[in-house]
Structures are given as structure tokens and as C-alpha cells.
């Protein structure tokens, strides 16, 4: 008979590895299209429990940058708070810069900030963050 402590063990393993979180993956891309499809997934450490896409707008430049990756709720944060130094969410803007989190698989594939706009989840976070940043 099987000890029952090693099926505990390989059924807490299993479920483990399969419920790693997976996003879209991509640096420095000037469209969101390049940043899907399969070669663009890619399943995230235990530790990665967000998907990350960030944008930044320069009409200096005349160019849109998208960058897509796994992150911690740290890392979004701290994304967001490097990104709130230069820029604000704000498409009317000259420049502007979006930081955007969520937790499901493959859930950043596409951002409404990446059409120039501002998506609600994006505001939400940029008041609350302002928020707690004044008390």
C-alpha cells in the first residue's frame, strides 16, 4: 500500500505546477498584436502572481512602447510608482505612462490604455494610490 503522506505530497506538487499563472510576454513592442500569441505565453514563477502590462506614450517621439511580463503585487506597485514619477495616466498628455495588474491566465492580452485611452481599472488604482499617498 502506498504511504499516505507521499500522495498527499504529490497531489499538493501537482496542483502546484498547474496552477502557476500565465500572461503574454513582450518588451519594447510598438502595437499590442506583437505582443500575443502562443510564442508570447509564458507561465509565471509561484512568486508571479500578477500579469504586468505597462505603456508609455511619447509624442516627442511619436511612439508608443508596450511591455508585458509576470510580476508580483510588489512589483506592479512598484511599477506604478516609478511611472507615476514622470508621467500620469493621461492620454491628453504629451507623454503618458500606464500601469496595469491582473491576476488571471492570460488576462493582459489586451489593455484599453494601448489605444490611447484609460481603462477604469487604471483610474481606480491611480485615485486609490494617490489616495493613500496624501494620508
Known amino acids: 500500500m502506498v504511504d499516505m503522506a507521499k500522495v ?11 496552477s502557476a499563472l ?7 513592442e510598438n502595437n499590442n498584436q506583437n505582443c500575443q500569441g502562443t510564442n508570447a505565453i509564458k507561465t509565471c514563477s509561484q512568486t ?4 504586468l502590462t505597462q505603456t508609455i506614450w511619447s509624442s516627442t517621439r511619436d511612439k508608443l512602447r508596450i511591455d508585458k511580463s509576470c510580476a508580483s503585487q510588489a512589483g506592479c506597485q512598484d511599477a506604478t510608482e516609478q511611472l507615476a514619477k514622470s508621467y500620469w495616466c493621461d492620454s491628453s498628455k504629451g507623454a503618458w505612462g500606464c500601469v496595469e495588474c491582473c491576476n488571471t491566465d492570460l488576462c493582459n492580452l489586451s489593455r484599453t490604455s494601448t489605444q490611447h485611452g484609460v481603462s477604469l481599472t487604471t483610474i481606480v488604482f491611480t485615485v486609490l494610490f494617490t489616495v493613500l499617498c496624501l494620508h
Open 8 to 18: 498527499v505530497i504529490l497531489l499538493a506538487v501537482s496542483i502546484s505546477l498547474t
Open 48 to 51: 508571479q502572481d500578477r500579469c
Open 22 to 28: 500565465q500572461c503574454f510576454t513582450c518588451e519594447y
